[in-house]
């Protein structure tokens, strides 16, 4: 008897949301930075064993929205959270769940939705014990499903957090096939690993106005190459001279890292051409938004 369970992950921004994703399906399919709104649209992760199928959706952070591509991610992260079998709510431990936060698992709550509270970056208390009042006051107010502690960056609580959500796997044919880790199409992974590059390695005022396309990805027929080419966007001219850098530095120091991942993602030999182009206030134009694949529709 075939079982499958449709679970969001949702929290704060930076909670690990996306790190919890990778750490679960076993490979990297989600962009991870210490940057705020890393995710900027909902991704599936899959992961199935043995006859049962979960099918996972990483949401955008919960944030305040400051322009309309803001406004898109809320709305994703409100989608994402009907019309499932359960949640996953992120909360970072050494911070107090805020009232965006709490909201959010009250209309969980409401709606009769299974929510697992996972505690993450327990690797940073110095004692576990200030967990207990945390806990207490949260099953005060909302009930859980069950509560984890858990550090994605060391991997404690992930089997744990998997067996919770196996439990709530109803009866169901599955919808994907089993060594299927994702429905990101190629060039929409490709795209994302080049700008977590960006992202780790710009400066803070840059990185949230950038998008990458990638136009072309094509596997050479006479030798095991794989030629992808990109382009970087951003929303001003003196960004895109950060991007680029000084003789061209950090377009290739960001290419050369995301070359290497690609490399080791796909298996085989890549090319990868990356150019900056300039698309002013992009965020705010609803149009750009669609094209760059932003919009929850």
Known sequence: MSRTAFITIAGRTNAGKSSLLNA??????ASVSNKAQTTRTRIT???TIDDVQLVFFDTPGLHKPINKLSEHMLNTVRESVSDIDAVIFMADCTKKINEQELNLLKSLNESKMPVILVLNKIDLLKNKDG???IIAELSSQIDFQAVIPAS???GSGIDIIENEIIKLAQESPHYFPEDMITDQPEKVLAAEMIREKLLMLLSDEVP???AVGVEEMTEREDKDILDISAVIYCEKESHKGIVIGKKGAMLKKASTAARI?????FQIKVNLQCWVKVKEDWRNREGLIRNFGLSEK
């Open 24 to 29: 679960l399906i076993g490979e990297k399919i």
């Open 45 to 47: 992760g899959i992961k």
């Open 131 to 133: 967990l207990i009042p």
């Open 152 to 154: 994605v960056i060391d």
């Open 208 to 210: 949230h106005g950038i």
């Open 261 to 265: 991942e690609l490399e080791e993602f």
